[in-house]
């Protein structure tokens, strides 16, 4: 499964980004897709993930802000960002879980897009 990311920038506060990311490639199904981020030193967090049921879980700090949404057919997500404050500022990756065929049954595997960098300035 590779994963394509895109729509990243500088943005001055309260401004607003959308970022896309389509997954493409063989699995049997994906379970969830979303978005996580990462700031030099420190881990990778959460910012919104929707699973294949609609379900969408948000960051506590990107609730009201942060829309996310998903085009089933053409599996693409999509992070609208709005009111960005510059503790968003982060390299944001896209991730995929996926159900997999293997000898054994379908089994879940994680993918990882390469990262998008979102600056918001103040």
């Known amino acids: 499964v590779q994963l394509q990311a895109s729509g990243g920038g500088l943005v001055q506060a309260g401004g607003s980004l959308r970022l896309s990311c389509a997954a493409s490639?063989?699995?049997?199904?994906?379970?969830?897709i979303g978005w996580y981020r990462q700031v030099p030193g420190k881990q990778r967090e959460l910012v919104a993930v929707?699973?294949?049921?609609?379900?969408?879980n948000y960051a506590d700090s990107v609730k009201g802000r942060f829309t996310i949404s998903r085009e089933s057919i053409e599996n693409t997500v999509y992070l609208q960002m709005d009111s960005l404050k510059p503790e968003d500022t982060a390299v944001y990756f896209c991730?995929?879980?996926?159900?997999?065929?293997?000898?054994?049954?379908?089994?879940?595997?994680?993918?990882w897009g390469k990262g998008t960098q979102v600056t918001v300035s103040s």
């Open positions: 490639g063989r699995t049997l199904s994906i379970n969830a």
């Open positions: 991730y995929v879980n996926t159900m997999e065929a293997g000898p054994r049954g379908p089994f879940g595997m994680d993918y």
């Open positions: 929707i699973n294949s049921g609609g379900s969408a």
